[in-house]
């Protein structure tokens, strides 16, 4: 009778097959479950909001910017469209005596986006640091 222990010299191993199989599974649940967004689509229409009926502020310089990109100054077209000349006309715009007045940007909802950025950095040039939009109340 042979009762001499055997010794074994043999490694531990790890069958990676069923794992690779595991995460391919994974991965492809993923990919069929995940949705892909188009940014680049989104339809907007501005702008409209609902509010609480307006305050008629006595201090305040109305800018009006139209589809075409034109910037008119307390109903005075403004000639050009740079930042420097609406920062003139919003500095002559400003009432006397008074002090912070509220610049209201009223842009037509097809106005290009540079047009407002630049009527906001103008007024900024000007010292008017207070400025609003105003929109229209949705039609019901």
């Known amino acids: 009778m042979n009762f001499r222990r055997t010794v074994r010299n ?4 790890i069958n990676l097959i069923p794992l690779i199989d595991v995460v391919l599974v994974i991965i492809i ?4 479950t995940t949705t892909f967004t188009k940014t ?9 909001a609902e509010s609480v009926g307006g ?10 910017v139209t589809a075409g990109g034109d910037v008119i ?11 420097d000349a609406i920062a003139a006309a919003l500095g002559k715009a400003m009432p006397p005596g008074q002090k912070e007045p509220v610049v209201v940007i009223n842009a037509d909802a097809k106005a290009a986006h540079q047009s407002v950025i630049d009527v906001m950095q103008a007024a900024q040039r000007a010292g008017l640091g207070h400025i609003t939009f105003a929109t229209q109340t949705p039609a019901r």
């Open 55 to 64: 305050e008629a502020v006595s201090n305040e310089i109305v800018v009006a």
């Open 29 to 32: 649940f993923l990919m069929l």
């Open 10 to 13: 043999q490694e531990p191993e």
């Open 40 to 48: 680049s689509g989104l339809e907007i229409n501005l702008p409209t």
């Open 73 to 83: 100054v307390d109903r005075t077209p403004v000639a050009d469209k740079g930042i």
